[in-house]
């Protein structure tokens, strides 16, 4: 045997030697203490700037701030703040928050068939196709900077196609007016909406590589047509990744800075904005629970033992 | 009848991605897709080069008659570019390699390692995932006042040593999705040779992550070079800002002008220069790394 393998040599190293040689002798206690090591940052880092702003942040909301130069002046109002932008004062929450939440729900499952329909075209075979990848991938550097607020601006959102055809008036006729408004601005910025779907993109088509080739050979051979193979391997395939999607476009777009609330979250009255961010926060979280329960539930109906 | 059989064959195909009608469609869409993604970059790159006589004449459209450098020199000149383009650089390369280092090392204990309380941190870092940044922005605000950093970059770096700051969860749960892909045999022998989960982190795993560490580095500084939410929050006295912040101060500046009197023809070219000179950066860095990107995607760095 060869001896001057290191494999003869763990016990004389000294693993983590400040320990208590009773706790190094047990492997998991060293195994724990080693994967505390290596979270430890990260922990920290969750206490000092996630949790700490957290609570305090909800103390402010509960409280009227004044920052002075000796320090934070902090009086009790209670649920003050909250009753007026929930009750009293519709201006600061409602105007524009309804809007943008019915046009989320409009935008969310385009962005999620768009971005599922483009990542399974890009991962057919064709010519040409590594310089699509290129190009479909640049919504990603775009999307996330102020680039595409000056695109919109110049009107590079809208698509002539939907005027020419008359759609809006259409819209406006057939459909109440609380969702005609935000529907209409969705299709006209329709563009805006692929702009949105880069990370999407990338999700799926990091997803869709998941699913054997062997499945597809499989119901080829049995005879199954594209149609139906689509229906019954990609899709159910994919429902975890489609799953994932929507709630990265759900916190993508409810965290986006030119999103009209987030923008009044500001310096100038940490109380108020305080209780705006967590009545906000509480929105955010009824959207991704909803999408968890549709999730679920989708997912039981799909196993075998549902019906 | 074999003719018309062979013809339906060639159309549609025995399989659905063979049939000519089938590619026509196929690339029919991306083409168009492609051209909407691409428009506004082409109509950026030749707006911000067309001079007065061109902007004026409503015949021209995409190609300039004459190639003009004035919009672009003023908006070099507005942004500041040379010293903004040094801090954007700066917060981005920091942070992004920053990350790379301590969301792999959190990932990596997620995925691998065991330690108090396992679940409830992988709800936390799931929370900080979802959570808006204006739930936190004030206090975080207030809390590097407190430490004299408001006007500095440390607000921005900070936060990423320790795994956190722009998406930094998202970035933790990539690694923590890849490590957890990777085949647990490699640990395992460097185990029974005596390492330590140091040694295996940054002898073993490390050097076998390259698609994961090309796709978080690319993404953090690409959102990191982009943000001006952040910068806006805790530099805004700052005479060093990057060129996300040079924008939006660029463009106040522009509707002041306009209201001034300005001509607002020249409002565009000079706006598009600036977004031209901001994102092209981002360009070459992508035209460099896009094969590795691409394939570190591919590889199911990114999800599973």
Redesign the interface.
Known sequence: MNTEH??L???K?P??SWLPLRWRRND?VL??V??????A??????L???????V??LY?SFNQVR?TVTG?QTSWVGVQYYREILLADGGLLYDDLFPFLREALVMIPIIIVFSLM?AI??N???AGR?A???????????A????IG??IA?G?GSLNVIASLGMDDRLARYLPDAWAGPIGKVIGSF?LV??YSGVQI??F???R??ITGSVYEAA?IDGA???S?FWKITLPGMAP?IF?NV?YTI?DL??Y?SNPI?SK?T?EN?GV??AL??I??GI??LF?ALAFAIYARTIKSMSPRGH | MGKWLWLRNKLVGLEADKGLLFRAFLYLLLVDVAFIYLKPVFYMMTTMVKGAPDLLDPAVIWVPTALYGGHLAEAIKMLDYAKSFGVSLTISTTSAVIQVVSCSIAGYAFARLDFPLKRFWFGALLFTFIMPAQVTILPSILLFKELGWINTFWPLLAPTLFGHGLKGALFVLIFRQFFSTLPKEMEEAARIDGAGAFRIFFRVMLPISRSAIVVVFLFSFVWSWNDAYFPSMYLFGASDVPLSVGLSKLNAQLVTEAQEGGLRAFLEPVKMGASFLIIMPLLVLYAFTQRWFVEGVERTGLVE
């Open positions: 290191s494999g040599e763990p016990a190293r693993r983590l998991a195994r724990k080693e994967g505390s090591l290596f979270i940052p990260w922990v920290i880092g969750f000092v700037f996630v949790a700490f702003p957290l305090y942040s402010m920052i934070v483009i075209l890009l057919l075979r064709f590594a699509f990848r290129v190009i479909f991938f640049l919504p990603v550097i775009f996330s900077g102020q680039i000056e695109f110049q590079e563009v692929l702009w990338l999700i088509l990091a997803g590589q998941t080829r047509d594209p149609w193979t990744f994932l709630i916190v409810f965290t800075p987030i979250v310096t940490y904005s305080s961010a967590w906000y926060f955010v979280l991704i």
